[in-house]
């Protein structure tokens, strides 16, 4: 069975500080895709990565990175020097197919929240 | 370029009433589903309906019905509506599966559903 945690309900930081966001998943499949969306106040769902099972290079885009670690089953996202629009609930999300069709299990969202 | 457009954006119903969110996608997507969003849980899936004239049940599909009118048009359909089923819903659509895409699914904005 697929399963997402992000045990993490809320965070909080001041902005400019460092803030990761932590998902653990569990899956029986060798072939999997690990997705992060971001859900902003105004309520609409913006993808910001996908990584494949077979890909564990970090990735860096801008002041977000992404650490994916198959061995710990973890897909962490680091926002560096956040800022007040990065308020949001961000969701992680598992799939063992590349559209993230069908069976994309989300986990429950942390919500982070960053003071001015 | 509209992506996925879903009306109403808002409704309220009274309990025993029916109702039907209408989606549809300019993006020539052969997949589309629908999900809720309930306060603190991530997005499950409803149904979904991988390609014109198929739907299946995805993760909680009691209560509700779906229609795929053709490519574009993915319909659901709640026709009793319970306290139960006040829910954010999303609609979403996704290329075939053997293509490759950077964005797996595009979202819908959400219609916000409450039942009283």
């Known amino acids: 069975a697929q399963k997402v945690t992000q045990a993490q309900t809320e965070i909080s930081v001041v902005e400019k500080e460092d803030v990761t966001l932590d998902c653990v998943y569990e899956t029986r499949d060798t072939t999997y895709y690990l997705f992060w969306y971001k859900q902003p106040p105004s309520g609409e769902l913006v993808f910001l990565i996908r990584r494949n099972s077979f890909d564990e290079q970090n990735e860096i885009s801008g002041r977000y990175s992404w650490n994916f670690q198959k061995s710990t089953s973890s897909f962490n996202f680091t926002i560096t020097a956040s800022q007040v629009v990065d308020s949001a609930v961000y969701f992680c999300?598992?799939?063992?197919?590349?559209?993230?069709?069908?069976?994309?299990?989300f986990g429950t969202g942390t919500r982070l929240t960053v003071i001015p | 370029n509209a992506g996925v457009t879903q009306t109403p954006k808002f409704q309220v119903l009274k309990t025993g009433q029916s109702m039907t969110l209408q989606c549809a996608q300019d993006m020539n997507h052969n997949s589309m589903y629908w999900y809720r969003q309930d306060p603190g849980m991530g997005l499950r899936l409803i149904y979904y309906s991988a390609s014109e004239g198929t739907t299946d049940k995805g993760e909680v599909p009691n209560g509700y019905n779906v229609s795929r009118l053709n490519k574009r048009e993915f319909s659901l359909r709640l026709e009793s509506a319970a306290p139960s089923q006040t829910s954010v819903y999303f609609c979403?659509?996704?290329?075939?599966?053997?293509?490759?895409?950077?964005?797996?699914?595009?979202f819908g904005d959400g219609t916000r559903l409450s039942i009283l």
């Open positions: 979403a659509s996704s290329e075939d599966r053997i293509t490759y895409s950077n964005q797996p699914q595009h």
């Open positions: 999300a598992l799939s063992d197919d590349p559209t993230g069709a069908n069976n994309l299990f």
